[in-house]
């Protein structure tokens, strides 16, 4: 089978660096922007500081999406709770399984949870604007927040989030576990697949649409079992027949054990290709269509920080099958 190197696929200056954001704008913008982040930088130092030193702090709302969360947000929250803080935590309700420590506890304090709004509203990175429910409980966890007088951390910030915190925290300021130790799930034969549903139209971040009924029959023959797993509202429907199951939950440990019990995960170029890290699976990252791949700069970029697993890639049904055929016992 044929091997990729990742590196190969990404597009030059495609990365959201903190100073990438300012390239294209005039000397006007660029002190602007100088400013913006300037200022970025010294309330996420100042949160910082003052939540180690006073061991509690306020964080969120974090509204996104899922690979913001296994890069960004998770990693830096299992930090701060390492570091012995309390975390007041805004988010997803539905990520509840991912904020358990190793003993199984959960790593929030205090939590202010939003309902899964993913049927009616697609997450875009940090930025989406939820329904008018979602977003008055947004209010009130801002106006306890600020009320607090504690270390707060405003993720509602844009220009903070997307170009300065994402970056910071990379040095030396993410921790990560192995799933295995909070849920008893031991590896099988098995591979999970992520039927990832997008639009008829190609994209530069995940190419064209793929048949995954096609894809899950494909690679059956070579595995004990075949889960099927995924958000509902962004998953394809796929016939049960075989040793194919379906997983598709809004209950993320059903997901999380799912991967936990597979040896290979495969899935677009979407946040699904970070769960290996977590899950120590292998993964598959399948693009219909010619590379380079948007995207895949930040996503080698910020992947290296939490794993040393690489990536693999096929761009067709038959090498999606060649590499399959590897776990044939």
Known sequence: MKKYDPYQFVIPGDR????????????????????????????????????????????????????HLLLHNLPFLTHLYKKGVKIRYCGMELHEPFLRYESGKTMIFEWFPLRDFFNEIKPIANAVKPPTDVQLEINRFHEIAEQSGKAFLDLDDDNLYWYVFRNWELNGRQSIFDFSKIFSQAKENSVTIFPRKKGGSFTPNNGDAWNYQEIAEAVAPYFDHVYITGHPSMSEEIRETGNIHLRLSTNNEEIIKSCLASKLIITQHSGAVHLGAYTQSDVLVIFNGNPPIKGMGDTLRFRKNISNRPLNFAFSKEEIIQFAINYVK
């Open 16 to 67: 959201t660096t903190i100073w990438n954001g300012q390239k294209k704008l005039n000397l006007f913008g660029k002190i602007h922007y100088s400013i913006i982040i300037a200022k970025a930088y010294f309330k996420i130092n100042k949160f910082y500081k003052r939540a180690l030193r006073e061991k509690e702090c306020y964080f969120g709302p974090f509204k996104g999406e899922f690979g």
